[in-house]
C-alpha cells in the first residue's frame, strides 16, 4: 500500500512541475529558418533591428522575443559570398499577438529571397 501511495505522490509531482513552452509567455518569440542551402553569418530584421547569428544551411535559429512584430518584415542577410535583401510587397500594419512564430527563409527560382510567415504550435 505504500509503494501504491509514494508512486502516486511521485507522479502528481511530476504532473504539476512540468511547464509548456506557452506557459509563461508575455512576448512575441519569432525564430528564422534557413530553407537554402547557404550558410547565414547575420539575418536582420530590419525593422526592429534585431540580428540572428550563425544559422547553418537547413537549419533553425534560437527563438528572439520581441514586443512588435509583424508576419512580414524587411530582412538583410549575410552570407559568406553575398548580402541578400528581402523587402515585402505589402507591408502589413497589424502586429502580431504574443505566441511563437517563424519566418522560413528561400530563394526562389532567380535566387531572390523568399519568406513564408509560420505560426508555431
Same mark, same amino acid.
Given at each position: 500500500?505504500?509503494?501504491? %501511495?509514494?508512486?502516486?505522490?511521485?507522479?502528481?509531482?511530476?504532473?504539476?512541475?512540468?511547464?509548456?513552452?506557452?506557459?509563461?509567455?508575455?512576448? %512575441?518569440?519569432?525564430?528564422?529558418?534557413?530553407?537554402?542551402?547557404?550558410? @547565414?553569418?547575420?539575418?536582420?530584421?530590419?525593422?526592429?533591428? $534585431?540580428? /540572428?547569428?550563425?544559422?547553418?544551411?537547413?537549419?533553425?535559429?534560437? /527563438?528572439?522575443?520581441?514586443?512588435?512584430?509583424?508576419?512580414?518584415?524587411? +530582412?538583410?542577410?549575410?552570407?559568406?559570398?553575398?548580402?541578400?535583401? /528581402? %523587402?515585402?510587397?505589402?507591408?502589413?500594419?497589424? $502586429?502580431?499577438?504574443?505566441? @511563437?512564430? $517563424?519566418?522560413? +527563409?528561400?530563394?526562389?527560382?532567380?535566387?531572390?529571397?523568399?519568406?513564408?510567415?509560420?505560426?508555431?504550435?
Amino acid at each position: 500500500m505504500k509503494r501504491v %501511495v509514494l508512486l502516486a505522490i511521485i507522479c502528481l509531482g511530476v504532473l504539476f512541475s512540468c511547464t509548456d513552452r506557452d506557459d509563461e509567455v508575455n512576448l %512575441v518569440n519569432i525564430r528564422v529558418q534557413n530553407s537554402t542551402e547557404l550558410f @547565414f553569418s547575420e539575418v536582420r530584421i530590419v525593422e526592429n533591428d $534585431t540580428v /540572428y547569428e550563425n544559422i547553418e544551411a537547413g537549419e533553425f535559429s534560437e /527563438y528572439m522575443e520581441f514586443e512588435r512584430a509583424y508576419a512580414f518584415t524587411a +530582412i538583410s542577410i549575410l552570407t559568406d559570398s553575398t548580402s541578400l535583401n /528581402y %523587402v515585402p510587397v505589402e507591408m502589413l500594419t497589424d $502586429t502580431l499577438p504574443i505566441g @511563437f512564430y $517563424t519566418y522560413e +527563409i528561400s530563394l526562389d527560382e532567380e535566387n531572390q529571397l523568399d519568406l513564408t510567415f509560420k505560426i508555431d504550435n
